[in-house]
């Protein structure tokens, strides 16, 4: 079983920055795709970033040009870099990797004050 641990959310005001980290309680070798999914509430769970082993990153429609995925293989660990924070950005955020098995983070909480 594998066990990821987000870290990183928090209280920030519009216009700034975060960075969340995933790391993975050990290495997979079937785990393809890492990222993010967010999740505001009385809203739906919604893609924000993935990305493959090989680096190919994928972006939700409304973070593209603000956050950027990045993934290091070497340290289980898959990172998501956000700025120009707007308050509609405010939801918990779920780390998932997926490949033969699907797995899920226990969220971080993302607050974004106007």
């Known amino acids: 079983q594998v066990q990821l641990v987000e870290s990183g959310g928090g209280l920030v005001q519009a216009g700034g920055s975060l960075r969340l980290s995933c790391a993975a309680s050990r290495s997979f070798f079937s785990i393809n795709t890492m990222g993010w999914y967010r999740q505001a509430p009385g809203k739906q769970r919604e893609l924000v970033a993935t990305?493959?082993?090989?680096?190919?990153?994928n972006y939700g429609d409304s973070v593209k040009g603000r956050f950027t995925i990045s993934r290091d293989n070497a340290e289980n660990t898959v990172y998501l870099q956000m700025n120009s924070l707007k308050p509609e950005d405010t939801a918990v955020y779920y780390c998932h990797a997926s490949g033969t098995a699907s797995y899920w983070g226990q969220g971080t909480q993302v607050t974004v004050s106007s």
């Open positions: 990305t493959t082993r090989g680096g190919s990153p």
